[in-house]
């Protein structure tokens, strides 16, 4: 086995969105950089981004694009005044869009990768030992090694399976493949009423697709603030999701052209006959064989890198990002700028990572984000706060739109006027927590936002409006 020269100062594994920024930076930054990836595309060929962009958010968002478009040429152009006639549906085309933009964007990072002389390996990487990899390439050539000063491990996440819903891609499958349907079941199963299950609740829905959501947990995302997850499960449930919490799956098999499920609640068994079952019952680490044991990377009891502060793994030189960690929630934004933080300290520059002021967002329709403290996590905490609320149904421009469900919560301490927590559910909610998230990286407090100037007639006045209510200034509703 050979090692091939020179030693770099810096391999990253994993060409996700972590990984990708991370090997970005690196170069930006003087260092001598190689990144090393495995994925491959529906055709065998490479494609980097990872899962994120392949199989993930950038996949998910791009066939609801479509299938909200679809959606509303049936249901909400009526309303407009617009009529429509012999609408159809062409899912395989509907994929191929999805699988061009995937590609598009996957050549970009490539020619990244090219302008700041990145080299690429095509292969699959194992640590053997600190700033030494064992590399197997895609294509069955002799493995070798390769060596780097400093490693950066960024392999992501894949998802979890179930013993008793094993996936076959064809009548079970996982989330990759929920993405990849050329035809439209006429009633669909998802296990898992979390981020990911609603995500593609929300396309095959849309789509048309009679769709059960089986969610063991008896309460519905327990992650944003309750309040908008009682007001997002009261959405859904109107637009026709049918959300079973409780619901414990114990079996599922192929029975003919069906999947036959089985599942406990409350009430006891229940048996439950669907197209298509998906399996999106989360996503665990991707730290299996990447490294070897007498590497001794110091892993956690469920398969996570354990790392400082500083993203360091116990090994000299070693770093590891995005979902092998828990120092954040498994979300490409947080992968993004662990990347460029562990680059940057490799290159003597030290930033900071603000994980207390990172957003989350579940992309379905309408969106969910938040960014702070939720309001049943200040009152466990006994913090004095208040709440300003105003419904999107308030403004104008919702109004216009047609679109008015949804709205925006704003958490301030009662006492200093910080902002803590702000939560939307609405559409593009995705876009406007980047002004929540801005006010509190500069420490603003409701007051600043209630004294800011929106323009109006838009959605974002939900946010001024929020802030105004501390001061019962509400001049679009009763305050």
């Given at each position: 086995?050979?090692t091939?020269?020179?030693?770099?100062?810096?391999?990253?594994v994993?060409?996700?969105p972590a990984?990708?920024?991370?090997?970005?930076?690196?170069?930006?930054?003087g260092l001598?950089?190689a990144?090393v990836d495995?994925?491959r595309?529906?055709q065998?060929q490479?494609?980097l981004?990872?899962?994120?962009l392949n199989?993930g958010?950038?996949a998910?968002i791009?066939?609801?694009?479509?299938a909200?478009?679809?959606?509303?040429?049936?249901h909400d152009?009526?309303?407009?005044?617009?009529?429509a006639?012999n609408?159809s549906l062409?899912?395989?085309?509907?994929i191929?869009?999805k699988d061009?933009?995937i590609?598009?964007?996957g050549h970009?990072?490539?020619?990244?990768?090219?302008?700041?002389?990145?080299?690429?390996?095509h292969?699959t990487?194992?640590l053997?030992?600190?700033?030494?990899?064992?590399?197997?390439p895609?294509?069955?050539s002799?493995?070798?090694?390769?060596?780097?000063?400093?490693?950066?491990?960024?392999?992501?996440?894949?998802p979890?399976p179930?013993?008793?819903?094993?996936?076959?891609?064809?009548?079970i499958?996982?989330?990759?493949?929920a993405?990849?349907?050329?035809?439209l079941?006429k009633?669909?199963?998802?296990?898992?009423a979390?981020?990911i299950?609603?995500e593609?609740?929300?396309?095959?829905?849309r789509?048309?697709a009679?769709?059960?959501l089986?969610?063991?947990?008896?309460s519905?995302l327990?992650l944003?603030?309750?309040?908008?997850?009682?007001e997002a499960?009261?959405?859904?449930t109107?637009?026709g999701?049918d959300?079973r919490?409780?619901a414990?799956?114990?079996?599922?098999?192929?029975?003919?052209?069906k999947?036959?499920?089985?599942?406990q609640?409350?009430?006891?068994n229940?048996?439950?006959?669907?197209d298509r079952?998906?399996?999106?019952?989360?996503?665990?680490?991707n730290?299996e064989?990447?490294a070897?044991p007498e590497?001794s990377?110091?892993?956690?009891e469920?398969?996570?890198?354990?790392?400082d502060e500083?993203?360091?793994?116990?090994?000299p030189?070693?770093?590891a990002?995005?979902d092998l960690?828990?120092?954040?929630?498994?979300l490409?934004?947080?992968?993004?700028e662990?990347?460029?933080?562990?680059?940057?300290q490799?290159a003597g520059?030290?930033?900071?990572?603000?994980?207390?002021?990172?957003?989350?967002?579940?992309?379905?329709?309408?969106?969910?984000a938040?960014?702070?403290q939720?309001?049943?996590?200040l009152?466990a905490?006994?913090e004095?706060i208040?709440?300003?609320?105003?419904?999107?149904?308030a403004?104008?421009?919702?109004?216009?739109?047609?679109r008015?469900?949804?709205?925006?919560?704003i958490?301030?301490?009662?006492e200093s006027?910080?902002?803590?927590?702000v939560?939307?559910?609405?559409p593009?909610?995705s876009?406007?927590?980047?002004?929540?998230?801005?006010?509190?990286?500069?420490?603003?407090?409701?007051e600043?936002?209630a004294?800011?100037i929106?323009?109006?007639?838009t959605?974002?006045?939900?946010?001024?409006e929020?802030a105004l209510?501390?001061?019962k200034?509400?001049?679009h509703?009763?305050?």
């Amino acid at each position: 086995m050979s090692t091939i020269p020179p030693i770099y100062d810096v391999i990253v594994v994993g060409a996700g969105p972590a990984g990708y920024s991370s090997a970005i930076r690196c170069a930006q930054l003087g260092l001598r950089t190689a990144c090393v990836d495995n994925w491959r595309n529906k055709q065998g060929q490479r494609i980097l981004g990872g899962a994120h962009l392949n199989s993930g958010c950038v996949a998910s968002i791009t066939l609801l694009e479509s299938a909200r478009l679809y959606h509303a040429l049936n249901h909400d152009l009526k309303k407009h005044g617009i009529h429509a006639d012999n609408i159809s549906l062409d899912i395989a085309a509907m994929i191929q869009r999805k699988d061009s933009i995937i590609d598009a964007l996957g050549h970009k990072i490539t020619d990244l990768f090219k302008l700041h002389k990145i080299d690429s390996f095509h292969a699959t990487a194992k640590l053997i030992k600190p700033r030494q990899l064992h590399l197997t390439p895609i294509d069955g050539s002799e493995p070798y090694r390769l060596e780097g000063k400093h490693i950066i491990l960024a392999t992501g996440s894949s998802p979890i399976p179930l013993p008793y819903a094993k996936v076959d891609n064809e009548f079970i499958i996982d989330s990759f493949a929920a993405l990849n349907m050329t035809t439209l079941p006429k009633k669909l199963a998802i296990i898992g009423a979390g981020v990911i299950g609603l995500e593609l609740a929300a396309i095959w829905g849309r789509l048309g697709a009679h769709t059960v959501l089986l969610e063991a947990q008896e309460s519905f995302l327990s992650l944003p603030d309750q309040q908008i997850s009682r007001e997002a499960y009261r959405i859904y449930t109107q637009q026709g999701l049918d959300l079973r919490l409780g619901a414990r799956v114990t079996a599922a098999k192929k029975v003919g052209k069906k999947v036959q499920v089985e599942y406990q609640d409350q009430e006891g068994n229940h048996s439950l006959k669907v197209d298509r079952l998906i399996v999106a019952s989360g996503r665990k680490p991707n730290t299996e064989n990447l490294a070897a044991p007498e590497a001794s990377l110091l892993l956690d009891e469920n398969g996570y890198v354990h790392v400082d502060e500083n993203c360091r793994t116990n090994l000299p030189g070693v770093f590891a990002i995005g979902d092998l960690t828990v120092l954040g929630p498994m979300l490409a934004h947080k992968g993004i700028e662990e990347g460029v933080f562990v680059a940057e300290q490799i290159a003597g520059k030290h930033t900071a990572i603000h994980y207390d002021t990172l957003p989350s967002v579940i992309y379905t329709d309408p969106e969910i984000a938040w960014v702070g403290q939720t309001e049943q996590v200040l009152r466990a905490l006994g913090e004095p706060i208040k709440i300003g609320i105003f419904p999107f149904s308030a403004t104008s421009r919702a109004q216009a739109s047609g679109r008015t469900e949804g709205l925006v919560k704003i958490i301030a301490h009662a006492e200093s006027d910080a902002l803590l927590g702000v939560h939307i559910i609405g559409p593009k909610a995705s876009e406007l927590i980047a002004e929540a998230v801005l006010a509190m990286e500069f420490s603003a407090s409701s007051e600043d936002l209630a004294r800011t100037i929106h323009a109006h007639p838009t959605r974002s006045e939900a946010f001024h409006e929020a802030a105004l209510a501390f001061k019962k200034m509400l001049s679009h509703i009763p305050g």
